[in-house]
């Protein structure tokens, strides 16, 4: 028994050595995966807004999904400055160092985001269809392309 616990206690302290370590491990690999989880953030978003865009658009039949889509891009664009923490323009990104030197800017833009999602998930709880599809557009272009447009690298010209 006491041989357990003395094995258990080792191996928990390599365990503990490791954390340290991967604690102490550069900045650049914070950096990175900030970055990574940035973009699957984004990219929920987006797969929201594309599932979306099919049921508004009549694609599929899952009318009945369209209010989770909503809630989800309230909650997923709510506070989207944090998954910009200082330093992340760095590495495999397509965000613009241009977002912390107009850092209020971005802020405004990522909190009008949030509000545009709100509105959108109003209109579907209405359930006009016209209005539904006007508040997604607007929320596209208020959003998502307001945004891109100055805070991210444009492919094309790269
Ligand atoms: C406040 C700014 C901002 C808003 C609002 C915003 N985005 Fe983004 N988005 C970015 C930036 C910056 C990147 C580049 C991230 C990177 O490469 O690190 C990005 C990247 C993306 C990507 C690519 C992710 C990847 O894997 O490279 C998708 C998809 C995306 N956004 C969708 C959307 C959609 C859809 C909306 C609107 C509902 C939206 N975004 C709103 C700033 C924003």
Same mark, same amino acid.
């Given at each position: 028994?006491? $041989?357990?616990? #003395? ?32 973009? #699957? ?6 797969? %929201? ?12 039949? %899952? ?73 997604? $557009? ?9 945004? %891109? ?10």
């Amino acid at each position: 028994m006491k $041989r357990l616990v #003395n094995t258990v206690m080792c191996v928990c302290m390599i365990g503990s050595v490791g954390l340290s370590t991967a604690t102490w491990a550069s900045d650049e690999a914070a950096t990175k995966e900030a970055i990574k989880y940035r973009k #699957n953030m984004m990219s929920a978003i987006g797969g %929201h807004m594309g599932a979306a865009w099919q049921i508004i658009e009549g694609k599929v039949e %899952h009318k009945g999904d369209l209010a989770m889509h909503t809630q989800a891009l309230q909650v997923l664009s709510q506070d989207l400055v944090r998954l910009f923490p200082k330093g992340s323009d760095k590495g495999k990104t397509d965000a613009l160092p241009v977002i912390w030197e107009k850092w209020a800017d971005f802020e405004k833009i990522s909190k009008q985001a949030s509000e545009y999602a709100d509105k959108f998930a109003r209109a579907v709880a209405d359930g006009d269809s016209a209005k539904i599809s006007q508040a997604y $557009r607007e929320y596209g272009k208020q959003a998502c392309k307001a945004c %891109h447009k100055d805070y991210r690298k444009d492919k094309k010209k790269k």
